[in-house]
């Protein structure tokens, strides 16, 4: 049997057009309402094109430490999922060995959860 799913992002804007808030919610999320986000990343991929879409957001109010750990994250997560998408562990090693240098190198070890 089909099913959908939605997410739903809502981001309101300052006067300048720059994010002042940041929202999420959905349908399948595990939770009701909208969750606030000071960043968020979304990346989309189109065959026809062969071309990566992305949407990069963040709110004035995430500072520069948050935004490394939050990239250190995303680092090791794309580990994993390449690895569960292609099966190539040397690949995703490698994704790994770098998020683990990046986070090193911006002194995030203790930070990271």
């Given at each position: 049997m089909s099913k959908t799913s939605e997410i739903k992002f809502t981001i309101q804007l300052d006067d300048k057009n720059m994010p002042?808030?940041?929202e999420w919610e959905a349908t399948d999320g595990g939770f009701e309402g909208k969750k606030v986000c000071s960043t968020m990343m979304i990346s989309l991929w189109d065959k026809k094109e062969q071309i990566t879409m992305?949407?990069?957001l963040w709110?004035?109010?995430m500072l520069v430490n948050d935004m490394n750990i939050h990239f250190s994250q995303i680092l090791n997560k794309?580990?994993?999922t390449y690895l569960r998408a292609t099966g190539n562990n040397e690949i995703a090693e490698m994704i790994q060995n770098?998020?683990?240098e990046f986070a090193a190198r911006l002194d995030l070890i203790k930070n990271i959860k």
């Open positions: 002042k808030k940041i992305g949407i990069d709110t004035k109010e794309m580990s994993g770098f998020s683990s």
